[in-house]
């Protein structure tokens, strides 16, 4: 009894021991993961974390930093609580954003932290309802893609329905006489093409035509303006020769205008004195007549009735 007692001592020993061992390595491992390692919270809404698991891979610039700890959706449900530990040396700022990456082939997902060229001051604050510091969630070019991706798949379907419903066969009829209408307006324009063709080929006669007939007539202008400029210097200083001859005959003609006024007036003054004297002639003449039909008068002397005014 007392050597199975010692047996059961000595391996209850050893379990503890082990334990002991088991409990000590633990400890070690964990103090050293904190000690090695900070650890953050990243709350993700927009993207998609399809192939994200515990344990993924969280990179920086493509080199791996870290792990994905836990994952764990809110009581919103609306966001994923994702607690990652990164290397203490990595710098994490506080515009720091997490973006899901992930590979085409395998379609596993992992954490990339992109910090902004200018980086802000460390990021070291717990908000209210974290137990880890929170990076911000930044947007995928992937997702981006895909949502573009899905647009243009969208409008594509859309194109495609929109394409069965004009093709319909009542539709199709229509077309087909559209496309009739069109080829026949088509042979038409081709025949008035023609014609056109041939309406410019005479109009660019007729502008070649017109053009050597505006060279000739340049031409003849130059030869008739050189035949004529001597004309008119010609014709310049006859017109200054009239112009002298007119001024000299205007100061002729108001000298013979002059002269005509003196002679005017001399003419008239010997005029008024020989009307006078032929007045005067033409009375005595009267009388004299008087006195021949009276022959007593002539003889014996006018009566006093035959006497003017003034006479005895």
């Given at each position: 009894?007392?050597?199975?007692?010692?047996?059961?001592?000595?391996?209850?020993?050893?379990?503890?021991?082990?334990?002991?061992?088991?409990?000590?390595?633990?400890?070690?491992?964990?103090?050293?993961?904190?000690?090695?390692?900070?650890?953050?919270?990243?709350?993700?809404?927009?993207?998609?974390?399809?192939?994200?698991?515990?344990?993924?891979?969280?990179?920086?610039?493509?080199?791996?930093?870290?792990?994905?700890?836990?994952?764990?959706l809110t009581q919103a449900a609306k966001r994923v609580?994702?607690?990652?530990?990164?290397?203490?040396?990595?710098?994490?700022?506080?515009?720091?954003?997490?973006?899901?990456?992930?590979?085409?082939?395998?379609?596993?997902?992992?954490?990339?932290?992109?910090?902004?060229?200018?980086?802000?001051?460390?990021?070291?604050?717990?908000?209210?309802?974290?137990?880890?510091?929170?990076?911000?969630?930044?947007?995928?070019?992937?997702?981006?893609?895909?949502?573009?991706?899905?647009?243009?798949?969208?409008?594509?379907?859309?194109?495609?329905?929109?394409?069965?419903?004009?093709?319909?066969?009542?539709?199709?009829?229509?077309?087909?006489?559209?496309?009739?209408?069109?080829?026949?307006?088509?042979?038409?324009?081709?025949?008035?093409?023609?014609?056109?063709?041939?309406?410019?080929?005479?109009?660019?006669?007729?502008?070649?035509?017109?053009?050597?007939?505006?060279?000739?007539?340049?031409?003849?202008?130059?030869?008739?303006?050189?035949?004529?400029?001597?004309?008119?210097?010609?014709?310049?200083?006859?017109?200054?020769?009239?112009?002298?001859?007119?001024?000299?005959?205007?100061?002729?003609?108001?000298?013979?205008?002059?002269?005509?006024?003196?002679?005017t007036s001399d003419t008239d003054d010997h005029l008024?004195?020989?009307?006078?004297?032929?007045?005067?002639?033409?009375?005595?003449?009267?009388?004299?007549?008087?006195?021949?039909?009276?022959?007593?008068?002539?003889?014996?002397?006018?009566?006093?009735?035959?006497?003017?005014?003034?006479?005895?």
């Open positions: 009894m007392e050597a199975e007692a010692r047996y059961t001592f000595v391996g209850a020993a050893i379990l503890v021991l082990l334990a002991a061992v088991a409990a000590g390595l633990i400890w070690l491992q964990d103090a050293g993961s904190r000690r090695d390692f900070s650890f953050y919270n990243v709350f993700f809404e927009r993207q998609s974390l399809d192939g994200l698991q515990v344990g993924g891979e969280v990179a920086v610039r493509g080199i791996r930093v870290g792990r994905v700890e836990d994952i764990t609580r994702v607690a990652i530990r990164v290397d203490r040396r990595v710098p994490v700022s506080q515009n720091t954003i997490a973006i899901v990456t992930r590979n085409l082939i395998t379609g596993i997902a992992s954490i990339n932290l992109v910090t902004p060229a200018a980086a802000g001051g460390p990021l070291t604050e717990i908000p209210a309802g974290s137990d880890y510091p929170v990076i911000a969630e930044g947007e995928s070019d992937v997702d981006n893609l895909t949502g573009r991706f899905s647009q243009v798949g969208d409008l594509a379907a859309e194109a495609i329905n929109n394409f069965n419903r004009a093709f319909r066969a009542e539709n199709r009829e229509t077309m087909g006489d559209a496309l009739r209408n069109l080829r026949d307006l088509t042979a038409g324009l081709n025949k008035r093409l023609v014609s056109l063709d041939r309406s410019m080929v005479a109009f660019d006669k007729a502008v070649t035509s017109a053009g050597r007939a505006s060279e000739r007539i340049a031409t003849t202008a130059e030869h008739a303006g050189r035949q004529i400029e001597p004309a008119l210097v010609e014709a310049e200083n006859t017109l200054r020769a009239m112009t002298s001859a007119a001024v000299a005959l205007e100061r002729e003609t108001k000298g013979i205008a002059s002269s005509i006024d003196r002679a008024a004195v020989l009307v006078i004297e032929l007045r005067s002639s033409v009375e005595a003449f009267d009388r004299a007549l008087d006195r021949f039909r009276d022959p007593a008068a002539a003889l014996l002397g006018p009566s006093k009735a035959q006497l003017g005014p003034g006479e005895h």
